[in-house]
């Protein structure tokens, strides 16, 4: 490694065990990043959730720890103080010239912060992939408030993907010049739409031309709201019942989402891919996209089905930031199924040329362009603090 390259130290926080979406952000972000310049490690709240990747090309000189300390549950003051002394044994036997926490929790980006005084870091970064949840209930917003105060003495720089998704900053940061949005980019070529790739996936799946494809693409969590989408789709389903149903993802979730497809005697007509490598293709054949999410703090998926050409749905807990197109429209989950199916109904109808790749690209979403940023953000930090 040269002497010149940048240092980057990737804390990810415990997820469900799979390869997420912060991960596959930061593989499709150092994929097009200039690797003589800038070198990633990768270290885990919870589990190594990026072993599937670990003796890929572009990983083969990253170091992966695996500090087991917390769940994606309930965590006891036993395992924030392990944490704290994890990554401060991290940092004491290899030297980073960043590190930069990924998670939209306040409590982790707080504790990691404070593991880090003392330490031999040029460059702190929060980085929040998530817009958090409001509560009422006042112990969490004391301890929320108390976290966001440690987040915004304990870090150099805040990157979000979206507004949003920087909440857990507070006001003030987010209106500073230390705030960055990190745009969730995709690698544009891969989604641009193509004729003959929607027909030879419609045809392995014997899809006729005129059945209606419901797509899906998340992780199977609370959070992603899937037992609403079934019932979306069942409402759907009862006026049109040429159409099928595609849910690309796999999670905890599985099985109640399983439940409610066999509870409305839907499980011909919806489909559970479980994880994919080909999502891109599987976007092709589709004829409508459906985000039902309770929150995100951006939704990558919504960007690469707008760059496929689809007319895509999304609730009102997905930040305006994601309409990129036209394509996209925001209804709240309160008008309930009966209402997101008919808009459905409105924008499968939609007959477009889904050709968009030149608006997208053009809009910041292009993976190149925006690692380009990224690799920029890291190099000024870096001339800020010499």
Same mark, same amino acid.
């Given at each position: 490694?040269?002497?010149?390259?940048?240092?980057?130290?990737?804390?990810?926080?415990?997820?469900?065990?799979?390869?997420?979406?912060?991960?596959?952000?930061?593989?499709?972000?150092?994929?097009?990043?200039?690797?003589?310049?800038?070198?990633?490690?990768?270290?885990?709240?919870?589990?190594?959730?990026?072993?599937?990747?670990?003796?890929?090309?572009?990983?083969?000189?990253?170091?992966?720890?695996?500090?087991?300390?917390?769940?994606?549950?309930?965590?006891?003051?036993?395992?924030?103080?392990?944490?704290?002394?994890?990554?401060?044994?991290?940092?004491?036997?290899?030297?980073?010239?960043?590190?930069?926490?990924?998670?939209?929790?306040?409590?982790?980006?707080?504790?990691?912060?404070?593991?880090?005084?003392?330490?031999?870091?040029?460059?702190?970064?929060?980085?929040?992939?998530?817009?958090?949840?409001?509560? #009422?209930? @006042? &112990?969490?917003?004391?301890?929320?408030? $108390?976290? !966001?105060? %440690?987040?915004?003495?304990?870090?150099?720089?805040?990157?979000?993907?979206?507004?949003?998704?920087?909440?857990?900053?507070?006001?003030?940061?987010?209106?500073?010049?230390?705030?960055?949005?990190?745009?969730?980019?995709?690698?544009?070529?891969?989604?641009?739409?193509?004729?003959?790739?929607?027909?030879?996936?419609?045809?392995?799946?014997?899809?006729?031309?005129?059945?209606?494809?419901?797509?899906?693409?998340?992780?199977?969590?609370?959070?992603?709201?899937?037992?609403?989408?079934?019932?979306?789709?069942?409402?759907?389903?009862?006026?049109?019942?040429?159409?099928?149903?595609?849910?690309?993802?796999?999670?905890?979730?599985?099985?109640?989402?399983?439940?409610?497809?066999?509870?409305?005697?839907?499980?011909?007509?919806?489909?559970?891919?479980?994880?994919?490598?080909?999502? #891109?293709? @599987? &976007?092709?054949?589709?004829?409508?996209? $459906?985000? !039902?999410? %309770?929150?995100?703090?951006?939704?990558?998926?919504?960007?690469?089905?707008?760059?496929?050409?689809?007319?895509?749905?999304?609730?009102?807990?997905?930040?305006?930031?994601?309409?990129?197109?036209?394509?996209?429209?925001?209804?709240?989950?309160?008008?309930?199924?009966?209402?997101?199916?008919?808009?459905?109904?409105?924008?499968?109808?939609?007959?477009?040329?889904?050709?968009?790749?030149?608006?997208?690209?053009?809009?910041?979403?292009?993976?190149?362009?925006?690692?380009?940023?990224?690799?920029?953000?890291?190099?000024?930090?870096?001339?800020?603090?010499?």
């Amino acid at each position: 490694m040269a002497d010149n390259t940048i240092k980057v130290l990737h804390i990810i926080p415990p997820g469900n065990g799979y390869f997420g979406g912060i991960e596959a952000f930061l593989c499709g972000y150092y994929k097009n990043m200039n690797r003589s310049k800038f070198h990633f490690d990768f270290s885990f709240c919870g589990l190594n959730t990026m072993k599937i990747k670990m003796s890929s090309q572009l990983l083969k000189d990253s170091k992966f720890i695996e500090y087991n300390v917390l769940t994606s549950n309930k965590n006891k003051v036993y395992n924030w103080i392990l944490l704290i002394q994890k990554i401060r044994e991290n940092l004491r036997a290899e030297q980073y010239d960043v590190v930069e926490i990924h998670t939209g929790s306040p409590m982790i980006q707080a504790v990691c912060g404070l593991s880090m005084i003392g330490m031999h870091v040029e460059i702190k970064i929060a980085h929040s992939h998530a817009r958090i949840l409001l509560t #009422n209930r @006042l &112990l969490p917003k004391i301890i929320g408030r $108390i976290c !966001t105060k %440690i987040i915004q003495v304990t870090y150099d720089k805040f990157f979000a993907c979206s507004k949003e998704a920087g909440g857990i900053f507070g006001k003030r940061i987010v209106d500073s010049e230390r705030f960055i949005i990190i745009k969730n980019a995709i690698q544009m070529d891969d989604f641009k739409f193509d004729e003959n790739i929607r027909k030879h996936i419609r045809n392995q799946y014997e899809i006729a031309e005129d059945t209606i494809v419901v797509g899906h693409v998340a992780r199977l969590a609370e959070v992603k709201n899937q037992v609403f989408l079934i019932d979306v789709f069942k409402a759907f389903h009862d006026k049109n019942s040429n159409s099928v149903l595609w849910i690309v993802g796999e999670g905890k979730c599985r099985s109640g989402i399983e439940k409610k497809v066999l509870e409305y005697g839907l499980n011909n007509d919806v489909v559970l891919f479980g994880k994919r490598n080909d999502v #891109n293709e @599987l &976007l092709q054949a589709m004829d409508v996209f $459906i985000m !039902t999410s %309770i929150a995100e703090g951006l939704c990558i998926s919504a960007i690469e089905s707008q760059a496929a050409g689809l007319p895509t749905i999304v609730s009102t807990g997905i930040p305006e930031e994601c309409r990129i197109t036209d394509l996209l429209i925001r209804i709240p989950l309160e008008r309930g199924a009966l209402a997101w199916a008919d808009e459905v109904g409105k924008m499968a109808s939609l007959k477009n040329n889904r050709d968009y790749y030149e608006q997208i690209k053009s809009s910041g979403y292009d993976l190149k362009t925006a690692a380009a940023f990224l690799e920029n953000q890291y190099n000024n930090i870096q001339k800020d603090l010499v």
